[in-house]
């Protein structure tokens, strides 16, 4: 029982940071049907540039704030010279694209930090806490918390306030949006940064637990889009739940099974997915306009 | 018994009718037309009928066998073909390819045979080149045949797509808009074209706009108006419904009050 | 004057520059780098016929290079079969997976297969590093000789490792680019290019669009299995690095460079990305910044690539 529940903990909190990046996938296709598949490396930019930063001299929580902007500006221009130059090209194309970033990305991190593994102190300690018969670090409190805080904040914000019912606008009928008066590439702008800023988040909340390298981007990107499919490609609340549940599975695949083998996980359920339920758990069908 | 018959056929885009229980009939050699204003769901009913979209009610009966909703390939190998509205060319091949494709069902084979280059792949690829450049003659666009797809002109594009749907020799012919865009001229000849194929035999389901055109050729109309029908008949018979004057006229008057 | 035929014109090409090509080697080292381009130039070729024809996109070619090295490398050992048909043991296994991975993914939209053979490659690459007792893990396996060159002396014609194996590889390339032009023109090409134009209408004329891009994808795995096998064959060594990632990345970036729609083009590529880091030492550092560019700008620029948009220049001018 205690072995279960400290599974389920564990699962829980990589969980979390596979939400967040099933979130980041979802903003931003929602708001221009890409899958950017550069979501991952935003995860590890977060992580090395905060480790970076806070080596560099830096409290930990400004290194932080630091990482998630510089990450987030790089969302932005990541979709100024790749992926708006390319409107309207084929999906394979974007694929290109998207992946050639990620691969970009893994080669420059390689230049400017360097192929060690990192990490930096946890943010309350490394005193686990008693849970019943468990114990879980302060660190995955943060991480799961995080994952939850985002979720509440992206959906206040894409209901309550008037931009962020403009991207939603956006993702249901892109001419429409524009016919009235909706900034269609300022929508994109938005969603680049905020997808980006939410990986960098992910990157800095999980890497005391997970630790990071310029090559772990890929990992999260697939593992992400695994959850954001279980789910239901373009659902947020299904990017949540479908996250949460590739992390669970994983961390009961990794007690029972074999730690090895967890890594099959996210293709596994990827196929599965694909074989019997292609519309994930909270997807609806959709028909192509023609 | 009828070639093309639909009955009831309806659905619904997030929670809006787009097309409410509608049924019609074609035979062959009939030429039927459906009209009605933008918005009256006529490309809607054409994506049901060819099985783009699933229909939520109704049903589509193909030489009396219920093919509702099957995939638009297998009703292609059943006889039935289509043109679109906003056309649907092989853009990365030349002309006499995107006809060549049309005869896809006739030419495939082994793919083995295909990859060796083996005289049956051949002979399948050489038959149905002669029957595309054939065809391409017929619309006359034998003399473009080399070129790429995507540099004919608007009404040039649209005869090679209907040239590229009579290459299935189909039972039913589904022309979404064909002479959209074309001039007077190109419009005579489309016009000619299609009571040709009617002639021959085939079933034809007509959506277009040019009502000269609808009321020259047409066997039977079909008037849609918000995704229902609120009238059918003769060409003359549906002109002169008041129904059919009100929703059409309504909506032309208030198309020139935009304007 | 008769035209020669694109598909003539290319063999031709392809010919020459086999034939031709070692009369400026330097040293005998360049028969190997030679090898090491036609083999690329096969695992390439592949992707000509699922990214350039039907215009899906793989980013896990890689594992079925691995299965057809590997296949080579164990089959002999733990099954007694003799290496050539260990390589065709490979396909078999590449090509089933390929059928099993691929039936259910290629009824969807483009990314899902990207995504899903994504974690495939990533799963052959795992389960190679991580099964020791049997394909010695992160170190690699020796890889049992094919045996040819011994066979060739036998009867009297006596040639080099690095000979053997250019030539070897070059005809394989040849054969190679000749199927792949066959089946451009043929009907089942004819319907791979018209799905990647409009699905839409492909399937109003009767293409079944699913069983289209699986024969795609299935024969582009068999490519890079055999790739693979080429590779391990000639090393007589195989590492976990076959199957990963980044050779998955490579393959495609080789293509889109060259013109991922143009057998020669994609070829090209192949042969300018292998050539590079034997010429520039410093490349295996920027390897994944150097790809990474390349893929963006290609895609943003030049989106045939850059045989086909220089064909297309060349062309322009004449007329």
């Keep these: 029982m205690s072995e279960l529940l400290q599974f389920l903990f564990s699962g829980l909190t990589v969980g979390a940071v596979y939400a967040l990046v099933a979130l980041g996938f979802t903003i931003i296709y929602n708001a221009s049907d890409v899958v950017n598949f550069a979501q991952g490396e935003f995860v590890m930019l977060g992580g090395m540039i905060t480790w970076f930063a806070y ?64 990490s930096f102190p946890a943010f309350s300690g490394d005193t686990p806490l008693r849970v019943l018969e468990a114990t879980i670090q302060p660190q ?151 | 018994m009828t070639l093309l018959s639909i009955e009831g056929l309806g659905i619904a885009f997030g929670g809006i009718k787009a097309v409410h229980d509608v049924s019609l009939k074609v035979d062959p050699g009939e030429i039927v037309s459906i009209i009605g204003p933008n918005g009256a769901g006529k490309t809607t009913l054409f994506n049901m009928i060819s099985g783009i979209y699933q229909p939520d009610s109704g049903c589509v009966l193909l030489e009396g066998e219920d093919v509702t909703g099957m995939a638009p390939f297998r009703l292609a190998s059943r006889g039935m073909s289509r043109t679109f509205q906003n056309l649907q060319i092989f853009q990365n091949m030349t002309v ?24 049956s792949s051949r002979r399948r690829a050489r038959a149905a080149e002669a029957g595309a450049r054939a065809l391409l003659a017929r619309v006359g666009l034998e003399r473009a045949a080399d070129r790429e797809a995507g540099s004919l002109s608007y009404g040039s594009l649209k005869r090679l797509e209907i040239a590229r749907a009579l290459a299935l020799r189909p039972k039913v012919l589904l022309l979404d808009e064909p002479a959209a865009g074309c001039n007077a001229v190109e419009t005579e000849e489309i016009d000619q074209l299609i009571a040709e194929v009617a002639a021959s035999g085939v079933a034809i389901l007509l959506v277009e706009h040019d009502m000269k055109l609808v009321m020259r050729i047409s066997s039977h109309v079909v008037v849609l108006d918000q995704g229902e029908k609120i009238a059918e008949g003769a060409p003359a018979e549906v002109s002169r419904d008041p129904a059919v004057i009100a929703a059409y006229l309504g909506s032309e008057e208030a198309a020139h009050a935009d304007g | 004057m008769p035209r020669l035929s694109a598909k003539s014109a290319t063999l031709l090409v392809l ?29 390439v070729t592949g992707i000509v016929i699922l990214t350039g024809y039907a215009g899906q996109i793989s980013l896990g070619h890689a594992g079925f290079a691995g299965i057809g090295g590997y296949a080579c490398a164990l089959a002999p050992v733990h099954l007694g079969l003799p290496p050539a048909l260990a ?118 004329v009767g293409i079944d669009v699913a069983r289209l891009k699986l024969q795609a994808f299935v024969i582009s795995a068999v490519y890079a299995s055999v790739a693979g096998s080429l590779l391990a064959l000639q090393n007589k060594f195989i590492t976990p690095d076959v199957a990963g990632f980044m050779h998955s990345i490579e393959m495609v970036t080789m293509a889109v460079l060259g013109g991922a729609g143009s057998v020669l083009g994609a070829i090209l590529g192949a042969g300018v990305l292998t050539l590079l880091p034997q010429v520039l030492t410093v490349f295996a550092e920027f390897e994944q910044l150097v790809l990474g560019l390349v893929m963006m700008l290609m895609m943003i620029f030049l989106r045939e690539g850059l045989l086909p948009s220089l064909l297309r220049k060349l062309r322009g001018r004449d007329e």
């Design chain 1, 55 to 118: 080596q560099a001299g830096l409290p930990l929580p400004l290194a932080a704030l630091v990482a998630i902007l510089a990450t987030a500006a790089l969302g932005v221009t990541l979709n100024k010279l790749a992926i708006e130059p390319a409107r309207g090209a084929p999906v394979v194309s974007l694929i290109i694209i998207t992946i050639g970033a990620s691969v970009f990305i893994q080669g420059a991190a390689q230049q400017v930090f360097d192929k060690q593994i990192h």
């Design chain 1, 140 to 290: 995955s409190l943060w991480v799961i918390g995080g994952a939850l805080v985002v979720f509440v904040g992206l959906w206040l914000f894409f209901t309550r306030t008037l931009i962020g019912r403009a991207v939603l606008a956006t993702s249901n009928n892109r001419l429409a949006a524009q016919l009235v008066g909706i900034n269609t590439n300022f929508v994109m702008t938005l969603s680049f940064a905020l997808s980006a800023g939410i990986g960098a988040l992910a990157g800095v909340l999980a890497t005391p637990i997970t630790l990071t390298a310029y090559n772990v981007g890929i990992g999260f990107a697939l593992k992400g889009f695994a959850g954001a499919m279980l789910g239901g490609m373009g659902n947020p609340k299904g990017a949540l739940v479908g996250g949460f549940l590739i992390g669970l599975i994983e961390a009961l695949t990794a007690g029972y099974l074999s730690s090895t083998y967890k890594e099959a996980v996210a293709f596994v359920v990827i196929l599965l997915v694909l074989f019997f339920m292609p519309q994930g758990l909270f997807g609806s069908k959709s028909t192509e306009r023609v």
């Design chain 2, 96 to 119: 006499l390819e995107n006809a060549i494709a049309g005869f896809h069902l006739q030419e495939r084979g082994a793919v083995l045979a295909d990859l060796l280059h083996l005289p």
């Design chain 3, 15 to 43: 010919a020459a520059l086999v034939v031709v090509s070692p009369l400026f080697f330097p040293s005998g080292y360049y028969y190997r780098v030679g090898a090491l381009i036609f083999v690329n130039g096969l695992a």
């Design chain 3, 87 to 204: 390589a065709v043991l490979g396909v078999l296994i590449s090509g089933a997976l390929a059928y099993l991975v691929g039936r259910p993914i290629l009824r969807l939209k483009g990314y899902y297969l990207a995504v899903a053979t994504l974690g495939f490659g990533i799963l052959v690459s795992m389960v190679l590093n991580n099964e020791r007792q049997l394909t010695g893990g992160p170190d690699g396996i020796i890889v049992p000789d094919l045996g040819l060159r011994g066979l060739l002396k036998d009867w009297g014609l006596n040639i080099s490792n690095g000979e053997f194996w250019y030539f070897f590889c070059g005809i394989a390339l040849l054969i190679g680019a000749w199927i792949a032009l066959n089946l451009r023109q043929s009907p089942t090409g004819r319907a791979l290019r018209a799905l990647h134009g409009s699905e839409i209408a492909a399937q109003t």
